[in-house]
């Protein structure tokens, strides 16, 4: 009689009794309020290309799995994960092996992406194509370099790294040409002046109902061998500034760069700056505009 009086109860009452095991909710991988500062942690004092660093989920499926002083982005997907920049050919395995520290299987990343051809940043891709499988994809300036490890001649850095061993280009990227792979959807900016080839990505990433506009903005910078003149070269200073101005013009929420230190990368997740900056993109813009203007000056002045 009490059993049947309490089925009653909770029927009047509109209560239901969960029936087996309660649905386990899956927690994020690596979230950022944990493994964040354990990035800045792990990297005080480091900023080498294969110094090892514990990866960082920034936000939705979104992961930093590079080294301390080398950027590696994972984007996890249904259809299988993107990953954009490969370190050295060292960093490669420690890529890997942060991916594997999140729970996905390497096999799993099916497009291999890049900012710019310098060894530090497609070194391993050749190792990572070997590990994953993937397809890569590079923009036509790029494309030549990543096929042959040899720098490009109209690069400012050219002959100031060894060659690296080179990967075969599965598809070119233009200038806007969103690239895809089942929900996912990546946007490539061509942006040349630290290399000819570079590219700045900007997708969007979701967390439940928190939306954030992300931008892997290229290095930028106007680091080049000593005999190097950005004066002598006025159409690749027009092809620098033009793509300066794109960066500047992006919805951009989170900025990250191919050097996490060139971003304040380690103290925005560990908390101690803001992750988050509307005016972030607008900001790295102008730093580097102003950083190449003090650059033509210089060159200027000792003619």
Known sequence: MFAKALVFALAAAQISVPLGRPRIVEQPRAPIETAGPAFARACEGKDGWDDPAPPVRIHANTYLVGTCGISAILITGDAGHILIDAGTDKGADLIARNIRRLGFQPSEVKILLSSHEHLDHVGGMSRLRQITGARVFASAAAAPVLDTGAPGRGDPQAGMHPPFAGVRVDKLIADGEPVRLGSLQLTPVATPGHTPGALTWHWGACDGGVCRRIVYADSLSIVS???????????????????????????????????????????????KAPLTRETACRDYAAARGKALDERLAKEASSE
């Open 225 to 271: 061998r000593d005999d190097y003149r950005f004066a002598d070269h006025p159409d690749y200073v027009a092809a620098f500034r033009a793509g300066l101005a794109k960066v500047a013009a992006l919805e951009c929420d989170i900025l990250l760069t191919p050097h996490p230190s060139a971003s304040d990368m380690a103290n925005r997740l560990a908390g």
